[in-house]
């Protein structure tokens, strides 16, 4: 959620406001294929305290693919239902992958801060560490021998 106070009057996408007779005539199907497919878990609505299906706006859309799929692209339910399964799936995962990104971005500025604050606190009169020349001379040790 955004922090914001939600209306619980407005409705959404996702607000269960339709019986499924009206559900029915929006998706152009037949009451009877609307329970075959909540039987099935294809689209499941809401349920009221009496037990009675309450469907929303994105469940009217749901059935309409459903529809699709099994008229137009020749899929069985069992298809069907695994490639809603599937599509959820890459929905949160999605979802999951932008929760992860923000994370990450959020760890990025994190550390750049502790970063400059490491590199503010460095003292400014040491003096930096500059290489010797090196020469070609070359020196040549010999032991001392003991005395016999």
Known sequence: MDGRRRNPY???DESPVYVISIAAQLSGLH?????QYDRLGLVSPDRTA??????SARDIELLRTVQQLSQ???????????IIELEN?????????????AAVDGAAVAMQQAEAQVHASYRRDLVPYQDVQQTSALVVWRPKRPKD
Do not use: C, H, M
């Not at 009451?31 to 329970?35: A, D, V, Y």
């Open 31 to 35: 009451p009877q294929t609307l329970r």
């Open 89 to 101: 799936q890459v929905a949160a995962l999605q979802q999951r992958v932008a929760e992860l990104s």
């Open 50 to 55: 009496g037990r009675g299906r309450r469907y």
């Open 10 to 12: 407005q409705l959404t």
């Open 72 to 82: 137009d692209e020749g899929i069985n339910l069992a298809g069907i239902k695994r």
